[in-house]
């Protein structure tokens, strides 16, 4: 089940009652930022909507820095986990200052199978994965997996699809039609009725999103299981 971003708008839109397109009391755009917001948190949440590029990085011998392939479909803030494809064995999120730690020194640097991965932010605008132990010349041209949230990049898009199951798409939808009321003026909450209906909003939606994470990891459990080999 999914839903377009034209679809969940305008289903956020009636559960506020602003429904005058020409002169909404929400803006567009702002509605796009609180949507584009909460579908990021959501899936976070819930551990769900995960799409797999393979071979997404090739290793080179004593690199431990890579720059992040650029796409128009997968954005790299939505990255949540690497695979190693020689063993496939996932890497262990970290930090930038932890890699740095671990190569701080004048010896050689650690090298082996890369264990730990970090995103670092570049004062040149490019995205880059720190990888540590770096790889040594038996893992040079060997590939990882990155693993993605696969959610949309473009909310203005109208046709943009959301790839949530019906109940977890009314949680997002009542949590931001709450945000939403929440941006309001006092006076036009009160005119449309959201003083209360907001905070029911926010309650319902919590509700569903913690019901969906709970099966998600239920359905997780009873489906996967993962080895990790050292």
Same mark, same amino acid.
């Given at each position: 089940?999914?839903?377009?971003?034209?679809?969940?708008?305008?289903?956020?839109?009636?559960?506020?009652?602003? /429904? $005058? /397109?020409?002169?909404?009391?929400?803006?567009?755009?702002?509605?796009?930022?609180? %949507?584009?917001?909460?579908?990021?948190?959501?899936?976070?949440?819930?551990?769900?909507? &995960?799409?797999?590029?393979? *071979?997404?990085?090739? +290793?080179? *011998?004593?690199?431990?820095?890579?720059?992040?392939?650029?796409?128009?479909?997968?954005?790299?803030?939505?990255?949540?986990?690497?695979?190693?494809?020689?063993?496939?064995?996932?890497?262990?999120?970290?930090?930038? &200052?932890?890699?740095?730690?671990?190569?701080?020194?004048?010896?050689?640097?650690?090298?082996?199978?890369?264990?730990?991965?970090?995103?670092?932010? @570049?004062?040149?605008?490019?995205?880059?994965?720190? +990888?540590? #132990? $770096?790889?040594?010349?038996? &893992? *040079?041209?060997?590939?990882?997996?990155?693993?993605?949230?696969?959610?949309?990049?473009?909310?203005?898009?109208?046709?943009?699809?959301?790839?949530?199951?019906?109940? /977890?798409?009314? @949680?997002?939808?009542?949590?931001?039609?709450?945000?939403?009321?929440?941006?309001?003026? =006092?006076?036009?909450?009160?005119?449309?009725? %959201?003083?209360? %209906? @907001? #905070?029911?909003?926010?309650?319902?939606?919590?509700?569903?999103?913690? =019901?969906?994470?709970?099966?998600?990891?239920?359905?997780?459990?009873?489906?996967?299981?993962?080895?990790?080999?050292?």
């Amino acid at each position: 089940m999914s839903e377009t971003v034209a679809a969940a708008r305008a289903k956020i839109r009636a559960l506020t009652q602003d /429904l $005058e /397109l020409r002169n909404p009391v929400v803006g567009s755009t702002l509605l796009d930022q609180l %949507l584009e917001t909460e579908t990021h948190r959501v899936a976070t949440e819930v551990g769900m909507g &995960e799409t797999r590029t393979a *071979a997404y990085v090739t +290793l080179v *011998a004593n690199t431990h820095s890579y720059v992040i392939p650029s796409s128009g479909s997968l954005q790299y803030l939505g990255i949540v986990s690497f695979i190693y494809d020689y063993d496939r064995s996932p890497l262990t999120k970290t930090t930038e &200052e932890w890699i740095i730690a671990q190569r701080r020194g004048t010896g050689t640097p650690s090298r082996g199978a890369p264990r730990y991965w970090a995103i670092v932010f @570049g004062t040149d605008s490019k995205v880059t994965v720190y +990888l540590y #132990p $770096e790889p040594g010349s038996v &893992e *040079a041209g060997q590939t990882l997996t990155a693993i993605f949230q696969q959610i949309p990049t473009n909310f203005a898009d109208d046709a943009a699809t959301i790839p949530f199951d019906e109940s /977890l798409l009314r @949680g997002l939808e009542y949590r931001v039609a709450a945000l939403a009321a929440a941006s309001m003026s =006092a006076e036009s909450r009160t005119e449309r009725g %959201l003083d209360q %209906l @907001g #905070p029911a909003y926010q309650a319902a939606g919590d509700f569903l999103v913690r =019901a969906a994470a709970s099966r998600l990891a239920s359905a997780k459990l009873q489906d996967r299981v993962v080895v990790r080999r050292w």
